[in-house]
Every structure is written in structure tokens, then in C-alpha cells.
């Protein structure tokens, strides 16, 4: 079933008008009519089952029928902070890490980021990887659309991004042999806690980023012995939190 | 360090002459002299250090110094069995499962497969395919390449591919709260054995393919709650995989 996001709106038994993208999908895309049914999340995260009441040209109207009891969040908050990738790897990203259950995606300019985004653009490359984060919440069918947020440097995201646990995908670590530390890592976050998670660009992590980090208890934890690429190793990250948390718990 | 595969060569203490396009790519790509080092992968799967030896025209020598003391491979061979997805992701799910560390990564034309491969064409996407495989094998330093093959339907699939476990990723397991039969199967599994794992396309699976499969001792397992893409579901399904053997273990 189609799934929208009212997150402005808290529950109502009154008939709502729908935001215009909304009823435009609905009535353009999926041709819905008077008792068309469809699910929305609202601002207390929860899952409604609703249906179209009546259509009058461009406005449409909807009624909440139940609550359904649903929950397909994660049961920490993990927090995505990718160094800048080149091409098109911040929009792979963002889909793949909403997919995947992230809280919120950031990405920021590492030493080494080949990619640079240019200040006049950055709030309009934010704007767009936010709507593929909420297209993705859409089809995915999340409760949360994770928050896509850009910071100059890593300094900006550590200040910011508070977190229980924070971790580095550190390929050195995997060279070395440790294979345990993300496991750990996971062992000690309650529910409800946050999980910062960094991951270099292409070119890696420069030396004093990697000292920041520590001064920061962000620690190196290594994600298997092969090689992943920028874009790959966040979702490899998300994949293995969910079959920690939800599969094997 | 660069990775090159020379999948049909045993070791030797003699000179090498280096195939045209690893020649190609270490003169006019890494700009090598005599003296760079590169590691091959030898038809044994092992990695070994080798310098190259002299340049003469086209013709670039090599000398196979020594045997590294290295394994990247999962403990359990992976056969990711896709049905046909549209566009591109046919060559994002090669690309990426073979980062993840799949063994084999089979296509095959599943009742719901809006993309079809018409016959003329299957022999040159598998070809380019088995490209993308092989240089993201490279990348990722893997000692495997992964063959890529082509299945006209899911009976060929089941037929040709056998294996210890076989699981298929069932988006209905996820909504029954179905959340351990991954697990279970992965711990199953003991080292060399194969595990095959089938995804649907975009539209699913069809009953009478379920029905194929569970005759044939396919296991449905849930990727937990959230609702991922045909491309998403194979990284998700390596990632545990890879976590459950490699970093839990």
C-alpha cells in the first residue's frame, strides 16, 4: 500500500486536506478516487491507515481510520557521515542508507574528498539528496525520513553529531586483522541509544582527521577483510546493525 | 597495491609475459618502470608480490617474487541468484556483491521481470558483466572473481545450482515478524560449504516459483522489517553474511 508522510500533523479524527504533492500522486499517479485507501506516518512516528473521503479539482481529502501497529525503525539511531564522494555516490548513499534504516545522513569535506561542493550549492545539493532520502522513507516504508544534513569539515561534525557510541570504518583496521571491534561496539548500545558512524571519502582519512576522531572516542572498527568501496561501506555498516539488532536479537 | 588476476597461470620462478591488458594498464595507467611491484592472483587463488622485470614495446615481463600470507574470501561460497532487475542495477548488484565477496552471481528471468534479456543480447551482457566482476574483483583485492551466469528461468536456476542451504529473500517472512531463519541457516552452513540465496525482481516472486522452490528445499528468510529494492536485498543478505562469519567468529 502506498505510504505518505504528514510529519506536521498530529492525529485528527476531523477530514484533512492533503499537502498538494500528496493529492497530486495520489489522484495523477495512482488514479485514486472517494475510498481509495493508503497508510501515513505523522509527527509522532506512528502508522495510520487513511482514506480518500472526496476529490474537488485539485484539492483532496482524507480521513484517518485506524492506527496500524507497525514498527520497521532500527532500535538505535545510526547516524551515516560520509566524506564528500565523487559523481553521483551521495545520492547511492542516501537512498541505500534509508533503505537500510538510518536516522540521519551527513556528509562532510574530509581532507581528501576529490569531490567539493561549493558553497553556493550546497543547501541546493542538500535539498535534493533530502527529497531522495524522503522518496526512499516513502518506499521503503519507514516511520522516520532520515535528516540530510552537510558540514564544512570534520571538526563541524564532531562538535555536532552527539552520539553513545561512535565508530570510524577504518580500512587499516581490516589489514591488521581486527574483526571484533564493531561487534563490541554494537554490544554496548541500549535501545533507544545513537551510533555515530564515519566513513572516509575515496581517498581516505588524513592523519590528523583520524587524531581528531580519537580525541573524540570515535573508534576504528574494521568491516571484513575485502575492500569496499565509499559508497559501499556504509551500507555494509546499516546491513550488519540490522542483523545484529532485529535478526539475531 | 595494484591486484591483477592471471587465473590461468601456476606459480613459477620464470619471467612472465604479462597478458596485453595488464600490460597495458601497468605501463600506460600506472606509468610502471622495471622494479614496480603489483600482486597478482594465480590459479591457485593465492596472492602473490611480483615486480616487473623489463618493458620491450608492448611487451611488458614480470618475476613472481613471493607467496603473501593473505585470505579475503568469505568461509562459505555465495551464490547471489537474482531475477532480472530494470535498468542498471543488474550492473550495480555485480559490482557491489562482488566488493561483498560473492563466489558466483547468477541473472535469471523470473515470471514478474519487467526488464527481459532478449536471447541475441544475453551472451554480451553476461560478457560485460563478467567485466564489471572482474574489475571490482581486482579493486576490492579479492583472490576470487565471481563467474557471472544467466538462467531462462527459475527452473534452469534450481537445476544447475547446487548447494548445502538455500535461502530466498521473502519480503511476506519480514511482515509474519518472521525474524531467525537467517540466522539458523547461516549457522548451518560449515566452512567450504555453499550457500544459495535467490532475490525476486522488482515485482516479486511468483506463487508457482515458491512453489518451485520450496520443493527444492528453499528456505524463506526475512532481511528484517524495512522494505528493500531488488539491488538492496543482495548487499544487505553479503553484509550479514560477511559479519556473521568474518567479525562475529
Given at each position: 500500500m502506498q505510504r505518505y508522510f504528514l510529519t506536521k500533523v498530529t492525529k485528527t479524527d476531523d477530514e484533512l486536506e492533503l499537502p498538494k504533492d500528496i493529492a497530486h500522486h495520489l489522484t495523477t499517479v495512482l488514479?485514486?478516487?472517494?475510498?481509495?485507501?493508503?497508510?501515513?506516518v505523522l509527527a509522532d512516528k506512528q502508522v495510520y491507515l487513511a482514506h480518500v473521503t472526496r476529490i474537488e479539482g485539485?484539492?483532496?481529502f482524507a480521513i484517518i481510520d485506524q492506527q496500524l501497529d507497525v514498527n520497521v525503525e532500527l532500535p538505535v539511531k545510526v547516524v551515516i557521515a560520509a566524506g564528500l564522494p565523487k559523481g553521483d555516490k551521495a545520492e547511492?548513499?542516501?537512498?541505500?542508507?534509508?533503505?537500510l534504516g538510518a536516522t540521519k545522513i551527513a556528509f562532510f569535506d574530509s581532507k581528501r574528498s576529490v569531490a567539493k561542493w561549493a558553497p553556493a550549492k550546497q543547501s541546493r545539493k542538500i535539498e535534493r539528496l533530502q527529497k531522495i532520502a524522503s522518496g526512499a522513507a516513502e518506499q521503503s516504508h519507514r516511520q522516520v525520513i532520515p535528516e540530510v544534513v552537510y558540514y564544512n569539515n570534520i571538526n563541524e561534525l564532531l562538535a555536532s553529531e552527539t552520539a553513545e557510541v561512535k565508530i570510524v570504518a577504518w580500512e587499516e583496521s581490516a589489514k591488521n586483522g581486527e574483526q571484533s571491534q564493531l561487534v563490541?561496539?554494537?554490544?554496548?548500545?541500549?535501545?533507544?541509544?545513537?551510533l555515530l558512524t564515519i566513513f572516509g571519502?575515496?581517498?581516505?582519512?588524513?592523519?590528523?582527521?583520524?587524531?581528531?576522531?580519537q580525541q573524540h572516542?570515535?573508534?576504528?572498527?574494521?568491516?571484513?577483510?575485502?575492500?569496499?568501496?565509499?559508497?559501499?561501506?556504509?551500507?555494509?555498516?546499516?546491513?550488519?546493525?540490522?542483523?545484529?539488532?532485529?535478526?539475531?536479537?
Open positions: 488514479r485514486a478516487e472517494a475510498g481509495t485507501k493508503f497508510e501515513i485539485l484539492l483532496t547511492l548513499i542516501t537512498q541505500k542508507a534509508t533503505e563490541q561496539s554494537l554490544n554496548e548500545l541500549k535501545y533507544g541509544d545513537t571519502s575515496e581517498g581516505g582519512l588524513a592523519t590528523d582527521e583520524i587524531a581528531l576522531m572516542q570515535v573508534v576504528p572498527a574494521g568491516l571484513g577483510p575485502r575492500i569496499l568501496r565509499t559508497e559501499t561501506a556504509p551500507l555494509y555498516m546499516l546491513s550488519a546493525i540490522s542483523y545484529h539488532f532485529e535478526l539475531e536479537n
